[in-house]
T-cell receptor, first 114, second 109 residues
Framework: EAQVTQNPRYLITVTGKKLTVTCSQNMNHEYMSWYRQDPGLGLRQIYYSMNVEVTDKGDVPEGYKVSRKEKRNFPLILESPSPNQTSLYFC?????????????FGSGTQLSVL | RKEVEQDPGPFNVPEGATVAFNCTYSNSASQSFFWYRQDCRKEPKLLMSVYSSGNEDGRFTAQLNRASQYISLLIRDSKLSDSATYLCVVNGGTNDMRFGAGTRLTVKP
């Protein structure tokens, strides 16, 4: 089954404790992206990747890191989480970032930073 | 001004009703348009793309008005299962997908 697998589904942590949210897709998609979703706001892009070893900042990259060492995986790293990073996070992928391609989303990670 | 704006609702309608949502966008160079459906705290899923000539998929009809820079979604004969948040998504080109904050719909018996 074609899917984007994101883990964990829920995560509660404390300020400053490094964490990683994993994302993996089995569709051989070149494009992957991370979003955060906050009440009253649309999904906002954190980082994206056009292909292996090619990553770039989205609209809200501060406090986050990513890597793309393999085509299927695109982890999101919070080196020193802060309470303002409490949010619902989605990983997404598509065949390419062109204008007509739809996005496939992971099931989301609800992160709470205390 | 937000790049993609939607009325947040909530829209509360009875089963069988017809309901319409609008979405406006600011980038006149936007190339493609979509409606996604999102159930509470779950991942967005593509409902339908929106084509220039308008398109229909069962009870759902999407329209695009480039001159006025808005898209619409019409749901006929609403079902309880249509209760969700509907996200308007506008793509301005390579890696320029912009999401509205969503319109919440509740269909009641």
């Amino acid at each position: 089954e074609a899917q984007v697998t994101q883990n964990p589904r829920y995560l509660i942590t404390v300020t400053g404790k490094k964490l990683t949210v994993t994302c993996s897709q089995n569709m051989n998609h070149e494009y992957m992206s991370w979003y955060r979703q906050d009440p009253g706001l649309g999904l906002r892009q954190i980082y994206y990747s056009m292909n292996v070893e090619v990553t770039d900042k989205g609209d809200v990259p501060e406090g986050y890191k990513v890597s793309r060492k393999e085509k299927r995986n695109f982890p999101l790293i919070l080196e020193s989480p802060s309470p303002n990073q409490t949010s619902l996070y989605f990983c997404a992928s598509s065949r390419d970032p062109g204008s007509t391609e739809k996005l496939f989303f992971g099931s989301g990670t609800q992160l709470s930073v205390l | 001004r937000k790049e993609v704006e939607q009325d947040p609702g909530p829209f509360n309608v009875p089963e069988g009703a017809t309901v319409a949502f609008n979405c406006t966008y600011s980038n006149s160079a936007s190339q493609s348009f979509f409606w996604y459906r999102q159930d509470c705290r779950k991942e967005p899923k593509l409902l339908m793309s929106v084509y220039s000539s308008g398109n229909e998929d069962g009870r759902f009809t999407a329209q695009l008005n480039r001159a006025s820079q808005y898209i619409s979604l019409l749901i006929r004969d609403s079902k309880l299962s249509d209760s969700a948040t509907y996200l308007c998504v506008v793509n301005g080109g390579t890696n320029d997908m912009r999401f509205g904050a969503g319109t919440r719909l509740t269909v009641k018996p």
